[in-house]
């Protein structure tokens, strides 16, 4: 019996989403007739028979047909057949196994597996399946439903394929596990620790686990890498007027400027220890602190977030605080959005710079970039180690390179994905003279200057350059 036919495609919602089976399912990661239809699914139970894959719907209507959908928790929409006039009809037949599916060619246009071309052959998850340069899917096990969101409001999610209200991307389960879980921790005053591997948008994280709280107004951010030991208690807690001399102005500090709010604490595993015992008695008082040149005590409703990507040095004591823990996924565990952050990262590039990036869409209101399936299918394989930062930095140099109006995998990129991946920094921010010399290269251009460095924006950058005292006039040509 077919799962995932019933009256579910009236009602927009799919069978029986108490079944916590895992299912084969192929994930559309690009068409070239339609590349807006990204994140598509098709879940095909085991031992439900032979269906056919191709363009349309009307092959042979005594055989079952692949039907794509859009799954999102609580919901299973139909997106339509298939298009791609060079695609036949009956171009594949696909069958559901354990654990597995297997495909047969039958169609006129040749297909290939992780790269190498074949007639018949099985697909285990992560598997990439090519139909010549037409479309590409991913092999991966699925439910037929996703888990119903406990606490994330319907008004966030916005439309398939796109960011969400707080700039998160991803179709995939894991990312849906991560907007449940955000939205369910800022339900709670809990301390909320951010986990997961560099690159991952960890901040991101932060900033949706922010703005789900109502009441929490301002976003105050705080490095702790750059935390001196010396003088984080003035940093962090401020200070009395006219102490430690006279003239010197009251200060909030940060833990202060959060109130009501939440204080960001990015970096979490390079803060010194000085500045983890400070927090720390903030955190087991309830936010009650001493701000230096005062004998009585101030209580700030402060949320603190930390983020992440190794303990490092931190103390046991320190990290127990955060109740609430969190692990961002990286790449590996969502290769299906991959196609999605690339659309989201080109739109950005777009917005700073468009005379690089609208060569690359049909014209000024087409929403989806012209990106190669032989890059996709490249950047799909590819093994991080610095995730979406890593990812921006490809697609970044695959527009530089190519020379047509399509992003492709140039020599360039293909070069870029050969290198053995460096250990990530952890997350270190730039010296002043990496920052120096990236705006020289640039000819102070703060945008790609950013992006040399590894920034996620220019602001980032002009932050930084506020705190060396760079001056942008400087590098202007």
Known sequence: ?????????????????????????????????????????????????????????????????????HQRPGSWTPSGPLRGARVSRQQLR??????????????????????????????????????????????TMR????????ALPSSSIGEFGAPDSFGLVGESPAMWALRDRLALAATSKHSVLLSGPAGTGKEHGARALHELGNKRRRWVTCNTALLRAETSEVELFGNAKDFPTPGTPERGGLVGEAHHSTLFLDQLQRLNPTSQGQLLRVLERDGTYQRPGESSDTRSTARFVGALSETGELSADF??????????????????????????????????????????????????????????EALVRHDYRDHVRELDRLLWLAMSSSTSDIVDLTPEVTDALAEPSPEPEADQPPSESEIRTALTRHRGNQAAAARDLGLKNRFALIRMMKRFGVDPSEFRS
């Open 94 to 139: 696909v069958h559901g196994e354990a654990g597995k599916l297997a495909i047969e060619n039958l169609g006129r246009l040749p297909v290939f597996v992780n790269g190498g071309r074949v007639t018949k052959r099985g697909l285990a998850v992560g598997d990439l399946l090519r139909i010549d340069d037409e479309m590409l899917f991913l092999s």
């Open 319 to 376: 990290l127990a605080r955060f109740a609430a823990r969190i692990e961002v996924p990286g790449l590996d565990a969502r290769p299906e959005d991959i196609p999605l952050l690339l659309v989201s990262l080109v739109a950005r590039v777009r917005e700073d710079s468009p005379t690089t990036a609208n060569r690359f869409f049909d014209d000024e209101s087409s929403p989806a970039p012209r990106l190669s399936l032989g890059l996709l």
């Open 143 to 150: 439910p037929v439903r996703l888990p119903r969101l406990r």
């Open 1 to 69: 019996m077919d799962t995932t036919r019933n009256t579910s495609e009236s009602r927009g919602v799919g069978p029986d989403e108490t079944t916590p089976e895992l299912h084969p399912t192929l994930v559309l990661l690009w068409t070239r007739s339609e590349p807006g239809r990204a994140g598509d699914v098709a879940v095909i139970p085991a031992d439900s028979g032979p269906r056919l894959l191709g363009r349309g719907s009307d092959a042979d209507p005594k055989q079952e047909r692949v039907r794509f959908f």
